[in-house]
């Protein structure tokens, strides 16, 4: 945790939190982006905070996440970011973005 502060404290991101504690105590103001490198499973993560406000979910992760998908009960817009290069140090590894499908 201290070392996340001190990130935040010299990046000067103002407008960032860092806390610790479980995401479902947590509030959120309206269009909060959430950023996990937690190992969440989406479907997990989705359950804790699907009655919150927020934007998006951006998660570290692996390429097989398709199976995190299930007992999600709205449409989500899902972006993949694959992370693999040559020195194949994030082979597997992408950066994923979820969101509510707009209507």
Same mark, same amino acid.
């Given at each position: +945790?201290?070392?996340?502060?001190? $990130?935040?404290?010299?990046?000067?991101? *103002?407008?960032?939190?860092?806390?610790?504690?479980?995401?479902?105590? +947590?509030?959120?103001?309206? *269009?909060?982006?959430?950023?996990?490198?937690?190992?969440? =499973?989406? *479907?997990?993560?989705?359950? +804790?905070?699907?009655?919150?406000? &927020? @934007?998006?979910?951006? &998660?570290?992760? %692996? +390429?097989?996440?398709?199976?995190?998908?299930?007992? $999600?009960?709205?449409?989500?817009? !899902?972006?993949? &970011?694959?992370?693999?290069?040559? @020195? *194949? &140090?994030?082979? %597997?590894?992408?950066? !994923?973005?979820? =969101?509510?499908?707009?209507?």
């Amino acid at each position: +945790m201290i070392a996340l502060r001190q $990130i935040l404290l010299k990046l000067d991101l *103002n407008h960032a939190l860092a806390k610790a504690f479980s995401i479902e105590e +947590m509030e959120f103001p309206a *269009n909060t982006l959430l950023i996990t490198k937690h190992a969440f =499973k989406i *479907n997990e993560l989705w359950k +804790m905070v699907r009655d919150k406000s &927020f @934007s998006e979910i951006i &998660f570290y992760k %692996g +390429m097989e996440f398709e199976d995190e998908l299930t007992d $999600i009960d709205i449409p989500l817009q !899902i972006r993949v &970011f694959d992370l693999s290069d040559e @020195s *194949n &140090f994030y082979e %597997g590894k992408s950066i !994923i973005i979820v =969101k509510p499908k707009e209507a």
